[in-house]
């Protein structure tokens, strides 16, 4: 299964890229294939404009099967804005832990 992680970047020191990157370390430890916006974006200089990044990262979003939400997602508008369309097309969204803890649920099923 691939998730992609949405949370919140703005205003965050290093744009909130430790979260993201230590979430989709777990989730690959459980065992799932993630796609990280941090990661996209890790080696530019990230000038560009907010909707830039956003039409970047919204198709990619798609291409997976769930989102997994960071901490303070619901405070974002990035991450707000990719969980009403992961949502609008009957894509998953649980938080991190939630994703988490469904392997294990499946696991022992």
């Known amino acids: 299964m691939k998730l992609y992680v ?10 909130n890229f430790p979260a ?3 979430a989709a370390a ?8 993630v796609v990280s916006p941090a990661e996209q974006h890790y080696n530019e200089d ?19 099967d769930g989102v997994a939400l ?3 997602w619901g405070k974002s508008r990035g991450a707000k804005l990719e969980q009403t369309v992961a949502d609008a097309v009957g ?14 649920l499946v696991t022992l099923s």
């Open 6 to 15: 949405a949370g919140p970047m703005t205003g965050y020191p290093e744009h």
């Open 46 to 64: 990230l000038t560009q404009p907010w909707a830039w990044y956003l039409k970047q990262d919204i198709p990619v979003m798609l291409g997976c």
């Open 26 to 33: 777990q989730l690959r430890e459980a065992g799932y294939e």
């Open 20 to 22: 993201f990157q230590a």
């Open 70 to 72: 960071l901490p303070g």
């Open 91 to 104: 894509m998953e969204c649980w938080p991190v832990e939630g994703w988490l803890g469904y392997l294990d």
